[in-house]
C-alpha cells in the first residue's frame, strides 16, 4: 500500500496544483503572451460595459488599458501591431469594424465602436468589458502612452502621431503676433523637448519647489488622519481640507496650492510634458485673469467655513459653479482629496507636480501666452466638445503657449481639447 | 497612563458626541410652489430667492417650516437645472431659509448640495443616487442652533456632519 500512496497522492493534487496554476496566471497576466502588450490611457473618465453592453463601471481618467489580442489579430493581423497600424486603428475604426448601436434608456442614441479591453486601475484587480473609442459626446478618446520605459524615442514617436493627426481649428482667430506654430518635437526638435521634460521631472522628483513638498506632507497626514474620502462624505471633506489648508498656510499659499491643484483636474491629459505644461498654464491664467477682475466671486464653500472675507484667488477658485472639480458630487473631488504620494495613483502625482511647475516657471517669465491669450480680459474657456451659450457672446481666441521658448497650440492638440475666449460679459 | 488616555478619549468623545442635542417635533411639512428661481412658502408673503441666482428649479420634493431658539425657519428640498460653463446639471438641494417678521423679509442660510449629475456621457447614470435629510438641534455648550446633515448614497451607511448658526445668525458653519 505504501508503494502507491505517492502515485495517488500525486494524481489527486494535480488538478489542484493545475487551477492554482491557472488562477495565478490569470490573475497576473490576463492576456496569455509573452510579448509586452501595447497599453492605452484614457483621457477622461469612461464606461467599461460587460459584452452586451451593459453593467457600466466608471473608470478614472488616465486608467491604463490593453486591447484583446484576438481583437488586434482579428482586424490587424497582429496580437502586437505596430504605432502605425495602431494610429491607424483608433483614427479610422470604420475601416476594420462594424458600429455597435447604443441605445439610451431616455431615447438619446449614440453610435460608438466597442472595443474589449482589459483595465488596470490603481490598487485594483483587472477588469475585463469593453469601451467606447469615441464616445457620442465625444469624450473618452483614447490616447497611446508610451510602453516602458519613457524615453526621447517614444515621446518622439507619440509626438509624431499627435503632428500627423492634429485637427485643423476652425473660426479660430488669427494671431498676428504669435510667430510659427512649432509641434513640440516634431523631427529636429527631439533634443530640446528632452532637456525640457528632464528639467520638468527632475524639478517634480526633487524637493526644489518647497511648497509642494510641504504640501504633499500635509496631505498625507490630512489622509492619515480623516481616512479615505468617499463621494458621500466628499462635500463635508473638501471644507475640512480647505479650512486646515488655509489654517496650515495661510490664504496666499492655499491658493497657490488650489490654483495647481484645479490646473492638474481642469487640464485635459497629455502625454508630452511640454503639452501639459501648457494646458495646465492656461487654466492658471484664466484664473489670474478672473481673480484681476474680481470675477464670480461668490463661494458657498468659504462662507461654510467661516471665510468672509477671501484672498482674491481663492474665493475664484472656489467659487460656485466654476470650477467643476471643486462641486461637492463632482467624481474628481474624491481623487484630489484622496491624493498623495503614497496613494498609489502615480500619474496623477506626477500632474500635480507638473502643475506646481507650471506655477513657478510662469512666475519665472518661462510661461509666455501669445496673441490674445494674453489678453486679461481671457476668463472662459470650454472643452471642443460642447458648445456652451455665453460661446456665442465672446471671441474665440487663438491659443498658443509658449514654455521654454517651444510654441505650443493647444487648439490643435489631439483627443479633448480646450477653447478660449475672451470679452465675455 | 492608559487609563488616564482612555478616560481623555472618552470624554472628547463624550463631549463631541454631545454638542448636539436633537431637538424633535417641531419641522412641520408646508405646501410650496415655485417660478425660476423663487419659492412660495404657504402662508409666508415674501417669496424667497434661491442661493443661486442662475439655478431653475425643475421640481420641488419637500418644504417645512420649523420654529427653534425664537427663530423661524423654512427648508426645501428640491431638484434645478445649473449651467456650469460647458455642460448642464441637475442639481438636488436642500436650502434652508430664515424669516425676519421684523423686516418681513427671508434670506439663505445654508445652501447644500445633496447631489448632482450631467446629461453628458453614459445615460443610465441620469437619476440622483444620494440622498439627504437634516435634524434640528441645540448645542449643549451654547444653546446655539444646530442642524445634524445624514447624507446616504446609494445604500451605503449614511454619512452624517454637524452645522451651527454663526453668531451673526446670517449662516449655518461647519463643526468639524
Redesign the interface.
Known amino acids: 500500500m505504501k508503494s502507491l500512496k505517492i502515485p495517488i497522492l500525486i494524481l489527486l493534487l494535480w488538478p489542484v496544483s493545475f487551477a492554482l496554476a491557472q488562477v495565478t496566471h490569470s490573475t497576473i497576466s490576463p492576456f496569455p503572451t509573452s510579448k509586452p502588450i501595447v497599453r492605452f490611457r484614457n483621457t477622461t473618465?469612461i464606461?467599461l460595459r460587460d459584452a452586451n453592453l451593459k453593467n457600466?463601471i466608471g473608470i478614472n481618467e488616465g486608467s491604463e488599458i490593453s486591447i484583446d489580442p484576438a481583437f488586434l489579430k482579428k482586424h490587424l493581423g497582429t496580437e502586437h501591431p505596430t504605432a502605425e497600424q495602431l494610429q491607424q486603428f483608433m483614427l479610422n475604426p470604420s475601416k476594420y469594424i462594424d458600429t455597435e448601436t447604443f441605445r439610451?434608456?431616455?431615447g438619446?442614441q449614440g453610435y460608438d465602436y466597442f472595443i474589449p479591453v482589459t483595465i488596470r486601475t490603481a490598487n485594483a484587480e483587472p477588469q475585463s468589458g469593453k469601451v467606447a473609442l469615441q464616445?457620442y459626446?465625444r469624450?473618452?478618446q483614447l490616447d497611446i502612452i508610451p510602453p516602458g520605459e519613457i524615453s526621447p524615442r517614444t515621446t518622439q514617436y507619440t509626438q509624431t502621431l499627435i503632428a500627423q493627426n492634429s485637427i485643423p481649428t476652425t473660426q479660430a482667430e488669427t494671431c498676428d503676433s504669435c510667430g510659427p506654430s512649432i509641434i513640440p518635437n516634431a523631427p529636429g526638435n527631439g533634443q530640446n523637448l528632452t532637456d525640457i521634460r528632464a528639467a520638468l521631472e527632475t524639478g517634480a522628483r526633487t524637493s526644489s519647489n518647497a511648497l509642494l513638498s510641504r504640501y504633499q506632507e500635509f496631505a498625507r497626514d490630512f489622509t492619515a488622519r480623516n481616512g479615505r474620502v468617499?463621494?458621500?462624505?466628499a462635500?463635508?471633506m473638501k471644507?475640512?481640507f480647505i479650512?486646515e489648508l488655509i489654517e496650515a498656510f495661510g490664504q496666499a499659499d492655499a491658493a497657490t496650492i488650489l490654483a495647481a491643484l484645479t490646473g492638474f483636474a481642469e487640464s485635459p491629459s497629455r502625454a508630452s510634458s511640454v503639452s501639459q505644461v501648457a494646458e495646465i498654464a492656461a487654466v492658471l491664467k484664466v484664473i489670474e485673469n478672473r481673480a484681476r477682475n474680481n470675477y464670480r466671486t461668490n463661494s458657498?464653500v468659504l462662507?461654510?467655513?467661516?471665510i468672509t472675507n477671501p484672498n482674491p484667488r481663492l474665493a475664484v477658485i472656489l467659487a460656485?459653479?466654476?470650477f467643476?472639480a471643486w462641486?461637492?458630487?463632482?467624481n474628481m473631488l474624491p481623487r484630489i482629496l484622496n491624493l498623495n504620494p503614497g496613494s498609489g495613483d502615480a500619474e496623477s502625482n506626477r500632474r500635480v507636480a507638473m502643475a506646481f511647475e507650471a506655477q513657478q516657471m510662469m512666475s519665472a517669465g518661462q510661461v509666455q501666452f501669445m496673441g490674445r491669450l494674453n489678453d486679461t480680459r481671457l476668463m472662459?474657456y470650454?472643452?471642443n466638445y460642447?458648445y456652451?451659450?455665453?460661446a456665442r457672446q465672446g471671441t474665440r481666441v487663438a491659443a498658443i503657449v509658449k514654455v521654454n521658448g517651444v510654441n505650443v497650440d493647444l487648439s490643435a492638440q489631439r483627443g479633448p481639447r480646450h477653447l478660449f475666449y475672451s470679452g465675455v460679459p | 497612563m492608559y487609563a488616564l488616555l482612555l478616560s481623555l478619549f472618552l470624554a472628547v468623545s463624550f463631549a463631541n458626541a454631545n454638542d448636539f442635542k436633537a431637538v424633535t417635533g417641531i419641522d412641520k411639512t408646508i405646501s410650496c410652489g415655485f417660478a425660476k428661481n423663487l419659492v412660495k412658502f404657504d402662508g409666508l408673503v415674501p417669496q424667497y430667492a434661491l442661493y443661486d441666482s442662475n439655478s431653475k428649479v425643475l421640481k420641488i420634493n419637500k418644504c417645512t417650516t420649523a420654529q427653534i431658539s425664537g427663530l423661524t425657519f423654512y427648508t426645501v428640498e428640491f431638484e434645478s437645472e445649473m449651467m456650469q460653463g460647458k455642460e448642464v446639471l441637475k442639481v438636488l438641494s436642500i436650502e434652508i431659509a430664515l424669516f425676519d417678521s421684523k423686516l418681513n423679509s427671508i434670506k439663505p442660510v445654508r445652501s447644500e448640495i445633496i447631489d448632482q449629475y450631467s446629461e453628458e456621457g453614459d445615460p443610465t447614470k441620469y437619476k440622483f443616487t444620494t440622498k439627504g435629510a437634516l435634524t434640528w438641534g441645540k448645542s449643549s455648550k451654547d444653546s446655539q442652533v444646530m442642524l445634524k446633515f445624514d447624507i446616504t448614497e446609494g445604500d451605503e451607511k449614511p454619512f452624517s456632519y454637524l452645522l451651527k448658526l454663526n453668531k451673526k445668525k446670517n449662516w449655518f458653519e461647519n463643526i468639524f
Do not use: E, L
Open positions: 473618465d464606461w457600466p439610451s434608456t431616455n438619446k464616445y459626446s469624450r473618452g468617499t463621494k458621500a462624505n462635500g463635508m471644507r475640512k479650512k458657498r462662507r461654510d467655513i467661516g460656485d459653479w466654476q467643476s462641486n461637492d458630487r463632482d472662459h470650454h472643452a460642447v456652451p451659450p455665453w
